[in-house]
């Protein structure tokens, strides 16, 4: 169980059965009465953010999260199976995973966070290698100006901007944090 006190940035409690991330927090402490916490809140399971001021005497309940490292076997029209240590089957639909089902590969290892028994969300590793399927030639220009890109596919489907150095068949690494290019890793 938490006090108001307790509250800070990402901190997590448990809001009307729902896990909830504080994202931002802002104390204040008006002349006379109570201290006035508010907090800028992040549904764990929809996403939905809101915001919600809280009194001294407010207690809020911990989330039960589990956090499991488990391995990804494969996908299934559209949803993602995963293996646990005792190699059972775990199902993450494409919306839980987000923009990280395109930079899974065959027995990668994810940390998964469970509430309820279910999965609310994937983290990756911070750096995974994918080949260039599908590259624009690059025009030389301005480079003087900045950072010069093209658009890139990756296997798997996902689109990023890449260098004009970088070629189709480059095996190149992506920062799944950002989704950005990180560097090249090898070429074909």
Do not use: W
């Not at 504080?22 to 201290?35: E, H, L, N, V």
């Not at 995963?82 to 990280?100: C, M």
């Not at 911070?126 to 599908?134: P, Q, W």
């Amino acid at each position: 169980m938490f006090d108001a006190s307790d509250l800070r940035k990402g901190l997590k409690i448990q809001i009307d059965g729902a896990p909830y991330l504080i994202t931002d927090f802002d104390f204040s402490k008006p002349g006379k009465g109570q201290a006035i916490y508010n907090c800028k809140l992040k549904n764990m399971l929809n996403g939905s953010t809101m915001s919600r001021s809280f009194r001294s005497n407010d207690r809020f309940e911990k989330p039960e999260l589990l956090q499991r490292t488990i391995r990804f076997s494969y996908e299934n029209a559209g949803q993602h199976i995963f293996l646990n240590e005792e190699f059972e089957e775990i199902t993450i639909s494409a919306e839980v995973l987000g923009r990280n089902k395109f930079f899974l590969m065959d027995d990668m290892p994810v940390d998964a966070l469970f509430f309820n028994n279910e999965v609310i969300e994937v983290e990756l590793p911070n750096l995974v290698e994918r080949k260039i399927i599908k590259c624009d030639v690059g025009a030389k220009g301005n480079t003087a100006a900045g950072k010069v890109t093209k658009p890139a596919v990756v296997d798997g489907g996902y689109e990023l901007a890449v260098p004009l150095f970088v070629n189709e068949g480059d095996v190149i690494r992506i920062d799944t944090r950002t989704g950005e290019y990180n560097d090249r890793a090898r070429s074909n």
